[in-house]
């Protein structure tokens, strides 16, 4: 039972917003969907939804393609930061209009995530803060009953206590349904828990799709006068190096092994390993 | 509120992380022998971590018989789970505390005589 | 059937918000006209200016409200995972019941706008006024005349539908092109409608191919059914083709669209 996106790319007349991505999404995981702005995320989540079409590639639910398959997209809810739902909408409204299209859907359970969230059904999307609006849109995700739920930023505009509870909502739901949650954050020291899996794009080109465990310990970082750090990393593969002074501190993939006195190591988290990977040339 | 959970660095995997908060609790006697163990998913929602995470985190507890399943009703500590997380961690008390410790002593040119002073209680300039 | 069919016509999002944005619309209109008699009745010439507005007021504002409804209806279903083929089934199956109900909507709101201005002695010489002659006090003649009239409303209002479709199709891939494809479609049946030189040429060609098949029985019906009547079904088949049509561009314009929440252009 999974999603897999078979070299999945995506053109604009100006820029490939998707490159070749093949990946596989298994359900009853949490999995974060990372990268930059721009690289790709949003992009990738509107092809799995039958928005918008691939340019070249597929997108295989058990093996079925699901463009223009609503058999298929039944099983698929999208929830993204756009605008697809007409905001002149009540969130009432949305939530029964939903019904028609999954036949699971659980208005009682909305009904109650509205409440915890202290989010007033009869007013209509428009008329929300950005947070609540993103509240809204999550809400309506996880009361679908889909199988494959993607949410695309749903920390957007909100505080630390809703996010708390967003964390935790979507760790209850995903105990009781056993669904396949792909999230797109930012904020990735604060959920760098919650993922079994990442996938990190940039540019439109996948570059990790790994467990979270051994993604984290893939790399080390080591800090020490530059001239020291250059030595030793000479013949490693160093994904980025920044310099302060004459002290550098360098981002580097494989194990430490033996380090020479006056260099540093330690272990980089989730967020700085990212922001590594996918820095700009230029910096090197 | 929400439980107040601990940070967690970066320096070990996160399972591993989560097998020591639980023998620190069980050192500590926050959590006594024969007292059940929050469940996987009160863990997981709690501290906001893949369930599957903390899954294996519970495991290694399993595998070093601090905790045991009972059929229906949950995990519970075991007997003598206090008592082999101490010998445990006596053993690895060298490794975790002293060497490190020496380590940054050579760094700071602080001798063993200046050391043994200090844990007498003197300041050992 | 179709999900999207069944959303369209039973959701609190589908046919019941048309039908209370038709409702509005009617008010409204009412409204203007309670406006234009006090004007008139001011300027003093009233009785001898008509003011046939209910009837393409609404056959007009309905195709503006579908628009509103069909955006709203399209995007929630995109959003929901409905392939586009489903969407243009169930919209197929869905404009022409819209296009009922509202004709219906015009029909009376114009017979009730046209009974109450002749109870004072005032007309306002729409189609509601034939409706009025023809139901009330002439029912047994000229039926097809009746029967036209209905279907001319049904027709027009369809097309007011197809063309509210043509500006959510544009829209979904430009705000402009949303309003350009509108506005030709509008500006193109006007040029047809006003400026065709209407001949009845499908009636002479259906006279000589029937009477050529069998002279006796088709020559005799041919005569004894008024011309105009046929002119009148011509420009009514017409129209349909001219909706198909439409309905087809507009699939065009939804097969490719990107709809992401976010326009282009």
Known sequence: MSIELKTLTKSYKKNLALDRVSLTIEKGTICGLLGRNGAGKTTLVNLVGNRDFPTFGEVLLDGVNVRENDKALKKIYCMGADDLIPVNMKIKEVVSSMRYFYKSADLNYAEKLCKDFRLDMTKRLSQLSTGYRTIAKVIFAMASGADYIFLDEPTLGLDANHRELLYRLILERFEETEAAFVISTHLIDECAGLFERCFILREGTLIADEDSETLRSSAFVVDGKTEQVLLFTSGMEVISRSELGTLSSACVKGKPGNVPAGLEISKPSLQQLLIAMTADEKRG | MGFNSPVFNDTEPLYIQIAQWLEDKIVTGQLRADEQVPSTTELSQSLKINPATVRKGVSILVDKGLVYKKRGMGMYVTENAVANVRDDRREKFFDDFIVPLLAEARRLGITSEDIIEMLKGGSGK | ?265
């Open chain 3, 1 to 265: 059937m179709n999900d999207f069919i069944g959303f369209a016509l039973k959701s609190r999002t589908g046919l019941i918000r048309f039908v209370l944005m038709m409702c509005g619309v009617f008010g409204g209109i009412f409204f203007f006209y309670l406006i234009m008699l006090i004007a008139l009745v001011l300027d003093g010439s009233i009785g001898k200016v008509d003011i046939p507005f209910m009837g393409s007021g609404g056959i007009i504002l309905s195709g503006v409200c579908f628009a509103s409804s069909a955006d709203r209806l399209i995007r929630m279903g995109v959003n929901c995972g409905v392939s586009r083929k489903t969407i243009l089934k169930g919209l197929a199956a869905a404009v022409p019941v819209y296009a009922a109900v509202s004709a219906a909507m015009t029909a009376l709101a114009e017979l009730i706008a046209e009974l109450v201005y002749q109870l004072f002695g005032l007309k306002l010489l729409g189609f509601g006024h034939e409706l009025a002659e023809y139901f009330l006090w002439e029912i047994k003649d000229n039926w097809r005349m009746r029967v036209y009239g209905c279907c001319a409303v049904f027709m027009l209002t369809l097309f007011a539908l197809a063309a509210g479709l043509m500006f959510v199709g544009g829209k979904m891939h430009s705000r402009r092109r949303g309003i350009t494809a509108a506005a030709v479609t509008v500006f193109g049946y006007w040029v047809f409608s006003v400026n065709l030189d209407y001949d009845g040429w499908l009636y002479d060609l259906l006279e000589r191919s029937a009477v050529a098949t069998n002279p006796e029985y088709f020559a005799w019906q041919f005569d004894n059914l008024p011309s105009l009547f046929f002119t009148q079904c011509e420009l009514l088949a017409l129209t349909l083709v001219g909706v198909y049509l439409l309905y087809g561009i507009f699939a065009v314009m939804l097969r490719n669209a990107p709809i992401r929440g976010r326009e282009t252009g």
